[in-house]
Each structure stands twice: as structure tokens, then as C-alpha cells.
């Protein structure tokens, strides 16, 4: 496994055999099941993976946790060589963003509701250091989780209007045996607000449940997850959302599809998770 923290060093291998198809799941490390999982559909579905660990500051508000965010790049290491990985792109601040650093990637609509409401930055940074990723790797194909649901859905939009040559694949969320989405910053949560953090995808779930049960009304779905979570005395909701899949705009009435997500905080970390349900399809 070729591990590298210089860009032409990544482009000599990704070149060095340009009929080979390259998969490329970038993270910020301190990985998990959820990240190996990318790693796993990455493997399957190419001839190479590369794998970038980055924890890129732009997409972080001042106010947030980037300076607390935790690292274990040794043991990130060992865990892809264990996987297969043949590279991983480890640079530093200063390759990334260099002093004379002057470009910002950003879309619009898509970016303002939800995370965007709660980070108005974060998206600015993800699809930027996206980008550059891109760029740097020019992988066949990319592979984000659904945990990340927004993000998902703002680099489709991405790649189609900027028209990167690249295919982006979405990987459903890996969970703990309580249903809580695995995450990095779950090694940051207490042990009662652990046990406390699977309310998220209980209330979810129970949404979802409420849907199939007949409940379309998006008010009455948000208030139902909004009553369960804030019965745990340590969760502060950030948002609930009862939301077009596509659009990401508040839904009245569900009529085909939708996606339910939420943000929380416990103590000083916040946990997102979602459900989506897609509209389904006409068979005729
Ligand atoms: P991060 O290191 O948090 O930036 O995540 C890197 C990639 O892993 C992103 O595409 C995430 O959406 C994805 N990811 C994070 N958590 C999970 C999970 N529990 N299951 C699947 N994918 C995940």
C-alpha cells in the first residue's frame, strides 16, 4: 500500500496504468466499520482504491470541533492495508492550502436547508476540498455514505454542473447494534450519552413506521420524532426534518417519498443521522 502525502506522487500511480479503473473514498480518518464499508464497495467495483485521510479545516465554523476532532492515523493505516487499499493520500494543511489559496467552490439552493441552515460554511468546504480531491485522484468513481445524506446530494449536484468525469456511488449507513449511525465523533459522546444517542434512529424509525402506517402528514411525522428525542433529558435537537429527497424542502403532505433527518446535540457533539424513503417507482 502506497501511503503519500504528496500530489504528484498520487498522480504518478494513478497514471501509471491509465486503462485501470480507480475507485476513491475520501475521509477524514479515524475510521470505522461505515468507512470500510465505502472501502469494501470501492474494492469490489474497481481495480484500484485510493483512499484520502484529511480532516479539512474549511469545512469546519470557527466555533466548531476541528481542533478536537479525533485522529489515529496508525491505526487508520493498518486498518486499510488490512482492507486492500493500494494508495492513501495523507497531505497536510499547507499542500491543501497553500498561503496564496484563493478558491472557493459553492453551490446555492441545495446548501441552504438543513446542514446549511445550521453550518452556512460547511458545504463551501466539502465541495471545495471535494474538488480538489478530484482532481488530484481523478478516480472512475467516488463512494460518500448516507449517513452524510446532504452531502450526497450536493455533490451530485456538483458533479453535474461542473461535469466531472467521475461516477459517484452512495453506500448505506453502517450502524451499531442499537441502531446508532457509526461516526467519528462517537468516540466524544459519554457513556450516558451514548446510551442516550440512539434515540435518533429510534425516532426516525418511528417516523418511518408512522408512514407506512399510513401518516402523511409531514407536521405530524416531525412531531412525533421531535417528542421522542426531546424525552431524553441529555439530546438537544439542532433540526428535525420531514423533507423532499430531491429538493430537500419541508414536505406538508407526503405523497411519494421523503427524507427524515435530524441533528442533535449531546454535550458539546453533534450527531446526525436520517432515513430515506424513496418515492417508489412506476412499474408499467
Ligand atoms: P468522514 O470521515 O466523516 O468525512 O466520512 C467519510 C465518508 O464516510 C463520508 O462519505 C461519510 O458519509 C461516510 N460515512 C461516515 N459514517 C458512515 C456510516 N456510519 N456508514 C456509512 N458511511 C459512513
Known amino acids: ?3 503519500t502525502d504528496k500530489i504528484d506522487e498520487v498522480r504518478q500511480h494513478r497514471w501509471a496504468d491509465p486503462g485501470l479503473t480507480w475507485g476513491f473514498v475520501p475521509t477524514m480518518g479515524y475510521l470505522h466499520e461505515g468507512h470500510l464499508s465505502l472501502v469494501q464497495l470501492a474494492l469490489a467495483g474497481n481495480e484500484r482504491t485510493a483512499v484520502s485521510i484529511y480532516v479539512n479545516p474549511t469545512q469546519f465554523a470557527p466555533s466548531e ?34 498561503p496564496d489559496f484563493q478558491t472557493t467552490v459553492s453551490l446555492s439552493r441545495i446548501t441552504q436547508p438543513l ?27 467516488a463512494y460518500f455514505g448516507q449517513k452524510d445524506v446532504q452531502q450526497t446530494v450536493v455533490l451530485r449536484q456538483m458533479v453535474r454542473d461542473l461535469n466531472f468525469n467521475v461516477e459517484i456511488v452512495i453506500g448505506s449507513t453502517s450502524r451499531e447494534p442499537d441502531g446508532l449511525a457509526m461516526s467519528s465523533r462517537n468516540a466524544r459522546l459519554s457513556e450516558t450519552d451514548r446510551a442516550a444517542a440512539a434515540v435518533l434512529y429510534r425516532a426516525l424509525s418511528a417516523a418511518k413506521a408512522a408512514y407506512e402506517a399510513g401518516e402523511q402528514s409531514g407536521s405530524a411525522l416531525r412531531k412525533l420524532i421531535v417528542d421522542m428525542i426531546t424525552a431524553v433529558p441529555q439530546a438537544k435537537i439542532d433540526y428535525v426534518s420531514v423533507a423532499d429527497p430531491n429538493t430537500l424542502e419541508e414536505l406538508d403532505v407526503i405523497a411519494d417519498g421523503m427524507l ?12 446526525i ?12
Open 65 to 98: 470541533d476541528l481542533s478536537s476532532y479525533p485522529r489515529n492515523l496508525v491505526g487508520d493505516l493498518a486498518m486499510l492495508e488490512t482492507a486492500g487499499v493500494d494508495l492513501v493520500f495523507t497531505p497536510s494543511d499547507a499542500i491543501m492550502y497553500p
Open 115 to 141: 446542514e446549511g441552515s445550521s453550518r452556512p460554511t460547511h458545504f463551501a468546504g466539502v465541495a471545495t476540498i471535494v474538488t480538489k480531491l478530484f482532481n488530484i485522484v481523478q478516480p472512475s468513481r
Open 273 to 284: 443521522d436520517n432515513i430515506l424513503i424513496e418515492a417508489t417507482e412506476d412499474t408499467e
Open 260 to 271: 427524515l433527518s435530524t441533528a442533535v446535540f449531546f454535550g458539546k457533539t453533534r450527531l
Open 1 to 3: 500500500m502506497i501511503v
